[in-house]
Every structure is written in structure tokens, then in C-alpha cells.
């Protein structure tokens, strides 16, 4: 088959995907074939850079072309660039009169991050939904390497200031590549408030400052495995990854009174896709809840 006519092919076989899928199927079919290539491809995780990750992806599995992603910026830990290549997904949401900012967040945005946690999970890959086609020119996407142990010294830095305040001691962060849209710890108790966990307090910023309730892209950092609460509020939020230090199990072996159902269970449990990552500076989230430490 001619190029024109391979192209053709995959946009019809998009249309009535999205003609006749729910969108979290399709995800999930996208997720599966990245992961099964990339299985093949490479026998453990690897040491790679945001560069070496975009390359991965963008010329050897997608087959696209330099010319097609031209990088606009790169550091050590980042690189941006903007997507011009004929894209299936954008003419079949033309001829369904489709939202792309809606379609691609759903069916491409988390398959493209499962793909880069596989390589490295502090790999995460973002899309600017202000630009990208046909709204824009181009779609402005790039891969950034976050820090897990840096913004949890940040979150037990929160911890630390809600024992200060008379408060159980726990921190949370809402990141999203290096900006960090929320940052809270836990006031349930000088608030009068069984619900205003540090997890609810820091994604309850991020909506404020991303001003939507869809946190696709984002990461919840949390000292502590967070609660069924809270990882059920990370769902609703949709945000992409939960990375936390010490575990429920940990806690409660200390004398914390916790729910004993971890966040993996409330994810599986749910049809959204959601990385959970544990035992990010374990050890000292676990001193944050020795028993003398206690409240």
C-alpha cells in the first residue's frame, strides 16, 4: 500500500474506533500495543535521557520523521518540540467534528506517559491543550525528567510545618513536569475537619491554579500512601501518577489508625489509568510517624 493510502487506512480505522469505542478502551488498546513493542525492544528499564526517550518513541516506534517533531528547546531534563506530522487521530476527529483538546487527553496522553515510565517513571510527558491543532499550528509537547526525591523533601518539608501546627503530620504535592500547582499538609484537625487531608488540601490547590478538575499530567506526591479518600479523589482528578513514601501498611505498624486499603486497590478498582510509585525517601517519610513522634 502507497504511503497516502496507509495514511487513509489509519484514519478510517480511527474514525470508527471513535465511532464505535469508549475512549478509555481505545486508551487502553493504545497503552498495550506501546508496552508490547517496547517489551520487545528493551529487556529492563534503562538510564535514558528526556532526548533519548523522545527519540525512542517519535522516530523508532512511531516511525515519524526529524522534520515532522523539530525540537524548540533542550536542557539535561527537558526538551520541547511541536508536532507537525499528519496525524490520524487530528483528520479523524475533523471528519467526526471531534475536539481534539478532549479526544487526545483521553485516548493518547496517558498511553504516551505509560510508555516513558516503562523507560523511567520520572520521565513525564506533557501537551499544551492552548496549543495544538487544528487550534494552533502545531501541538506543543515535550518530556521532562522530575525529581521524585526533591519534591518529596518538599512534601515532608509540609509534613514537618503540620506537626508544628498541631496537625498529624502528613505532606502533599500536585506537580506537573516543574511547576508545582499545589502544596499542602493536612489541617484536619486545627480546621475542625475530618476531610481536609494533605492530599485533598494539595490536589484542591491544583485545580485552583490549573483552573480545571481534569490533572491529567500531573503527579500527587504524598509522605504517606494516601488513604481510599484520597486516592479516590486523585482519580476523580485524573491525575496520572500517585508517588508516595511510606506505605498504609508501614504507618499502621507504627500506630496510625488508617484504612487498610492501599492506592493500587482504588485504582484497580476504577477504569482510569493511574501509575502508583512507592517508596520515594521511604525512610524518612517513615520517621515522620515513629510511635514517639506519634498524635
Not at 479523589?233 to 505498624?253: D, F, Q
Amino acid at each position: 500500500m502507497s504511503e497516502p493510502g496507509l495514511f487513509e487506512a489509519k484514519v478510517n480505522e480511527q474514525v470508527e474506533d471513535l465511532r464505535k469505542n469508549d475512549l478509555r478502551r481505545i486508551e487502553k488498546q493504545i497503552t498495550q500495543r506501546r508496552l508490547s513493542w517496547l517489551g520487545r525492544k528493551l529487556s529492563c528499564r534503562a538510564e535514558l535521557s528526556p532526548r533519548q526517550a523522545f527519540e525512542l518513541l517519535f522516530f523508532e516506534y512511531m516511525g515519524l520523521s526529524r522534520e515532522d517533531l523539530p525540537v524548540v528547546q533542550e536542557t539535561e531534563s527537558e526538551i520541547v518540540w511541536r508536532s507537525l506530522n499528519r496525524c490520524p487521530t487530528l483528520e479523524a476527529c475533523g471528519r467526526l467534528g471531534l475536539d481534539t483538546r478532549w479526544v487526545c487527553r483521553r485516548i493518547n496522553e496517558k498511553p504516551t506517559q505509560a510508555f516513558l515510565s516503562q523507560i523511567d517513571p520520572r520521565l513525564r510527558f506533557l501537551r499544551s491543550y492552548s496549543e495544538i491543532r487544528p487550534h494552533s499550528a502545531y501541538c506543543l509537547e515535550r518530556i521532562v525528567r522530575v525529581d521524585f526525591e526533591e519534591r518529596m523533601s518538599n512534601a515532608i518539608a509540609e509534613a514537618r510545618l503540620s506537626r508544628q501546627e498541631g496537625n498529624k503530620g502528613y505532606g502533599a504535592l500536585v506537580v506537573r513536569g516543574d511547576q508545582i500547582l499545589g502544596q499542602a499538609h493536612d489541617t484536619a484537625t486545627t480546621q475542625g475537619d475530618p476531610s481536609l487531608h494533605a492530599e485533598v488540601n494539595a490536589i484542591r490547590q491544583a485545580v485552583r491554579t490549573a483552573g480545571e478538575t481534569d490533572l491529567s499530567g500531573a503527579v500527587l506526591i504524598s509522605t504517606c500512601e494516601p488513604c481510599p479518600m484520597c486516592s479516590s479523589l486523585a482519580v476523580w482528578a485524573n491525575v496520572t501518577a500517585i508517588v508516595y513514601g511510606a506505605s498504609i501498611e508501614e504507618t499502621a505498624a507504627l500506630g496510625k489508625s488508617r484504612i487498610r486499603v492501599s492506592a493500587g486497590e482504588i485504582v484497580a478498582r476504577s477504569s482510569v489509568m493511574v501509575e502508583v510509585i512507592g517508596g520515594v525517601l521511604r525512610e524518612e517519610c517513615l520517621a515522620l510517624y515513629t510511635t514517639s513522634q506519634a498524635v
